[in-house]
């Protein structure tokens, strides 16, 4: 399996391809700020692009979706639309060659959050980053992102790649198992230590050390 992360601007937004290496099909994840070096650079490794996701409707992930679409002919979808004639939705799977992509549904951060699995490797776009998790309000909103990290995404074999949406955590990407082991918010054992981790990650940033 193909991975090739790009850093294309923003908030520092991660695109991807992923690619079948066996039949040059791939998909896209978050073209963000840069689709036309994610275009250019799919092209000239060979791949042709069936399908493209947006991993939540916010703009820092959409921006790109218009010119990456004038590119490929195809339009990168958000949960509830479609692409390559299929609905985005938690359990859909999309064929990319000899690969399968699965959609998990994954809300907190917002609403129509997705992290979308192929093979060994979870693309978890703000729902997981390296050592952090992606932000939500002390309410509801962090609740929701509790339960589909427990509930989904560390359910996931531990060996599974993690790639984010953001370099904003400790490295460029991790597996669900060192997640586990080292992640503060995944370390909290029950949903009211997490939000209280959140209420005050400032302190613990400059207690610990953390960028």
Known sequence: MYVKQFLTGGDR???????DEATKKAIVIDPSYDPDRVVAHASEEGYEIVAAFNTHGHHD?????EPFENATGVRPAVLGEETAGRVVEHGATFPI???TAK???TPGHSPDSICILVGDAVFTGDT???GKVGGTDLGDGARTEYASLH????KLPDETRVF???DVGTALESTIGHEKETNPFLLRDDVESFINLKKNWAAYKKEHGIA
Do not use: K, R
């Open 13 to 19: 937004n991660f695109a991807y391809i992923i690619g």
């Open 164 to 166: 984010p949406g953001h």
């Open 151 to 154: 509930d989904i995404l560390l």
């Open 128 to 130: 997981l980053f390296v």
């Open 97 to 99: 060659g000899e690969l």
């Open 103 to 105: 959609i998990l549904h």
């Open 61 to 65: 992930h959409t921006n790109g979706n």
